[in-house]
């Protein structure tokens, strides 16, 4: 069975997993903010030392594809991109909260009145985010969102319960007041990402390395310095 290189950054969690199908067979993250740069490649290097490993044994590397932290997606598209040149390998790009969003279903019985809306922060009330249901049909689309108090009101109205994850849903219990809602501890991981990268590979979604590129949804936000007297 194929080995495939995981790599998570799109949030300040930096994580590495090397997965066979949906065994995880080592991984290392942190959430220490700003460490993306720092610790991917020793990451990488500690899991393929501790299962015993060279990156030629590698058939993939999977990159979470975003939304999410700007620097954090361009910081795991280019090792993924330099290691699957290099390699003569294929890149496979999993959906972030996707990802997520299945994680969920390990913890949580969804069903036709239960779905999951992964989270990730952004500024201010806004986050990054998409509608599940209990199969996984999108309801609401990627999208950045303002959270207000009657967000998700219409789904709630016809008797929707809604678990919340990833590290934008404490934002939630903030505004929203309803008993509909549930907080899920699931935050994003490359653990996460295994089982779709593994399907990805058998069925050859592989994405062009030389036209891949993350899913900003918006342009970054850049401050300019201040000017001195």
Same mark, same amino acid.
């Given at each position: 069975m194929?080995?495939?290189?995981?790599? @998570? #950054?799109? *949030?300040?969690?930096?994580?590495v997993?090397?997965?066979k199908g949906?065994?995880?067979?080592?991984i290392?993250?942190?959430h @220490?903010?700003?460490?993306h740069?720092?610790?991917l $490649?020793?990451? /990488?290097?500690?899991?393929?030392?501790?299962?015993?490993i060279?990156?030629?044994?590698?058939? =993939?590397? =999977?990159?979470?594809?975003?939304?999410?932290?700007?620097?954090? +997606?361009?910081?795991?598209y280019?090792?993924?991109k330099? +290691?699957?040149?290099?390699?003569?390998?294929?890149?496979?790009?999993?959906d972030t +909260? +996707?990802s997520?969003a299945?994680?969920? %279903?390990? %913890?949580? *019985?969804?069903?036709?009145?239960?779905?999951?809306?992964?989270m /990730?922060?952004?500024r201010?009330?806004?986050v990054?985010?998409?509608?599940f249901?209990?199969n996984?049909e999108k309801?609401m !689309?990627?999208? =950045?969102f303002?959270?207000? &108090?009657?967000?998700f009101g219409?789904?709630?109205?016809?008797?929707?319960? /809604?678990?919340?994850c990833?590290?934008?849903?404490?934002?939630? $219990? *903030?505004? /929203?007041a $309803?008993?509909? #809602?549930?907080?899920?501890?699931?935050?994003c991981?490359a653990?996460?990402?295994a089982?779709? $990268? =593994?399907?990805?590979?058998?069925?050859?979604?592989? %994405?062009s390395?030389?036209? *891949?590129s993350?899913?900003y949804? &918006?342009? !970054?936000?850049?401050?300019?310095?201040k000017?001195?007297?």
């Amino acid at each position: 069975m194929s080995i495939i290189l995981n790599l @998570e #950054t799109s *949030t300040p969690v930096c994580s590495v997993a090397i997965s066979k199908g949906d065994e995880i067979l080592s991984i290392r993250e942190t959430h @220490e903010s700003n460490s993306h740069s720092s610790k991917l $490649s020793i990451f /990488i290097q500690e899991c393929m030392e501790e299962i015993g490993i060279n990156k030629e044994e590698l058939s =993939a590397v =999977a990159v979470s594809s975003g939304p999410g932290s700007y620097t954090g +997606l361009r910081i795991g598209y280019s090792t993924a991109k330099g +290691l699957c040149y290099a390699l003569d390998i294929p890149i496979i790009a999993v959906d972030t +909260l +996707l990802s997520m969003a299945m994680a969920v %279903e390990k %913890e949580q *019985t969804l069903n036709e009145q239960k779905w999951v809306c992964p989270m /990730i922060d952004a500024r201010r009330m806004e986050v990054y985010m998409a509608l599940f249901s209990h199969n996984f049909e999108k309801k609401m !689309p990627h999208q =950045a969102f303002i959270l207000e &108090k009657n967000s998700f009101g219409k789904f709630f109205d016809n008797g929707i319960d /809604i678990v919340f994850c990833g590290n934008g849903s404490f934002k939630v $219990s *903030t505004v /929203i007041a $309803s008993s509909k #809602t549930i907080i899920s501890e699931v935050q994003c991981s490359a653990k996460h990402m295994a089982s779709l $990268s =593994a399907k990805a590979l058998a069925e050859g979604s592989h %994405e062009s390395l030389a036209y *891949t590129s993350p899913l900003y949804i &918006k342009s !970054p936000f850049i401050t300019q310095p201040k000017k001195r007297l």
